[in-house]
């Protein structure tokens, strides 16, 4: 459950699970890509801690969790589905959109895609 601290949110609960799947993946495919390693479930669940704590926003940790299995979910299927090249791209844009002065087109599908994700998730 999302609960504020102090501030509202600027988005809806449900935008901003896809958003922290999104950026846990962007995330996960960087440290693939450079170090030859995938985040752990809790380490992701910690990187998402760490955001929402920045944005006065807090959830339940098992919900953390689930969040950062969907996002490992997501960037084994971006890195398995591409070639090296692609990936690394995939990963540099999805880091680069961020910040929400970015706009990418690629950017904008794989958020629907984890959009999607999301939707499933909850349903199984």
Not at 20 to 46: C, D, K, P, V
Not at 49 to 75: G, H, V, Y
Not at 102 to 123: F, I, N, Q, V
Request: contains cysteine.
């Amino acid at each position: 459950m999302l609960q504020e601290k102090d501030s509202p949110p600027s988005m809806t609960d449900r935008g901003l699970r896809v958003a922290l799947i999104f950026a846990l993946a962007a995330e996960r495919l960087s440290a693939y890509y450079e170090h030859h390693q995938w985040l752990t479930e809790a380490q992701g669940a910690s990187l998402a801690a760490d955001w929402l704590r920045r944005s006065k926003l807090t959830i339940e940790f098992k919900e953390r969790r689930q969040l950062s299995a969907l996002s490992d979910q997501f960037a084994r299927l971006i890195a398995a589905t591409l070639s090296r090249e692609a990936g690394l791209y995939t990963a540099h844009e999805m880091m680069e959109s961020l910040d929400p002065n970015y706009h990418s087109e690629l950017a904008e599908t794989l958020m629907m895609e984890c959009e999607k994700l999301l939707d499933d998730g909850l349903a199984g």
